[in-house]
């Protein structure tokens, strides 16, 4: 059967494909991070055993790298956040927690104690990167 309008020949079908292109095409998979060791970071959840102490310094050093990552890509990287939060529309941010503190006791309640924080845009991809100054190692 002949159909005098084929879809693959629409503009507007042409213009819809191409902006799903694009817009599956955002963000970057993240490159390696010198000195950053993501699997001693994954295997401390909450930081309570105090391991992810010694990736901080090389997770700064090359936070910029994190810009435009997708969420998948830093989820496999720094492993599921340790609290999410979501915001207005299609916003969220990863926290990430750098030391021990309140959140490893039983229920994982929120602390105070310093974090890594990862918002992700409205695209999905990180837009911001904020740390928190650890504190001072306990002797």
Known sequence: MFLP???AS???FLLVLGIIGLLGGCGHAL???PGFDAKAWRAD???CRDQRRAAVPALVRS???LYEA???DVTALLGPPDEEELRAGTEKVYYYYLEPGTQCNARHARSE???ISLRF??????TEVLADPLSPKQP
Not at 121 to 126: A, E, R
């Open 70 to 72: 997708r969420a998948d």
């Open 113 to 115: 104690a310093a974090c």
């Open 10 to 12: 629409s503009p507007r």
């Open 31 to 33: 490159p390696r991070l």
């Open 121 to 126: 845009g409205p695209l999905g991809t990180v």
């Open 63 to 65: 936070k910029e790298a």
């Open 5 to 7: 309008f084929s879809p």
């Open 45 to 47: 959840p909450y930081a």
